[in-house]
């Protein structure tokens, strides 16, 4: 029973384009979430977040964006960058407890073409 | 200066061996978790301590013992190893409840053979 969802496995754009990831959840308990950024052997990094009373977050290049009602969330890179080639994984959690769990989705990996 | 480190980072070890993976962090969080990730790339949370104390128990073999010596530490014990242990394991940290972003470390690749 996967909550969070990744269905696109992989992205390729070239370099300067925007690259849009997506990430569906099922449990309309969950009212904060984060992208991560992995690059091989290393940890994810967080990248930002965006809680459940906001519809967009912006951070420099990256942009989440929140749709409630779809239980969807994307995340929006622009102008995409070779650098930015790693796997992007989508989390949720449910604060209704706060016991800081995140749910991950499976990851997408995002490869910018120069 | 690593704000969460774990060791080692590769640990290939035969069926039936008991092995343990150290955690720390020099970030000052109050949190401390262990993350699965298997071959299908799914990271799942395994543990979550907070002030040394267990919050999160996610239906974990109890072959699998966390400890938390102090709030900086969180070491991952495996007893009897099998097979299906081989994935990579991933110790973060954050502030309180963690809602916010969790700092990761760099991951233990544990090869059961």
């Known amino acids: 029973d996967q909550q969070v969802k990744q269905n696109s496995p992989s992205l390729s754009v070239q370099e300067g384009r925007i690259s849009i990831l997506n990430c569906d959840y099922t449990n309309s308990m969950f009212d904060y979430f984060l992208w991560y950024k992995k690059y091989p052997a290393e940890g994810p990094t967080f990248l930002i977040s965006?809680?459940?009373?906001?519809d967009k977050n912006e951070d420099g290049r990256f942009t989440v964006f929140l749709n409630k009602s779809a239980k969807h969330l994307s995340l929006h890179i622009v102008p995409s960058q070779p650098g930015d080639s790693a796997v992007y994984f989508c989390?949720?959690?449910?604060?209704?407890?706060?016991?800081?769990?995140?749910?991950f989705g499976q990851g997408t990996t995002l490869q910018v073409k120069p | 200066d690593t704000a969460v480190s774990q060791t080692p980072k590769y640990l290939v070890t035969q069926m039936g061996n008991d092995k343990s993976i150290k955690c720390e962090q020099n970030l000052g969080h109050d949190t401390m978790y262990w993350y699965k990730q298997d071959s299908k790339k799914f990271l799942k949370i395994m543990f979550s301590y907070n002030n040394k104390e267990l919050i999160i128990n996610e239906t974990v073999p109890n072959r699998f013992s966390p400890k938390s010596p102090d709030k900086a530490h969180l070491n991952l014990h495996i007893n009897s190893l099998e097979l299906g242990d081989s994935a990579v394991y991933f110790c973060?940290?954050?502030?309180?409840?963690?809602?916010?972003?969790?700092?990761f470390g760099s991951g233990t690749r544990l090869t059961v053979v």
């Open positions: 973060a940290s954050s502030q309180g409840r963690g809602s916010d972003g969790y700092t």
């Open positions: 965006i809680s459940s009373i906001k």
């Open positions: 989390a949720a959690s449910g604060l209704t407890g706060n016991t800081g769990k995140l749910i």
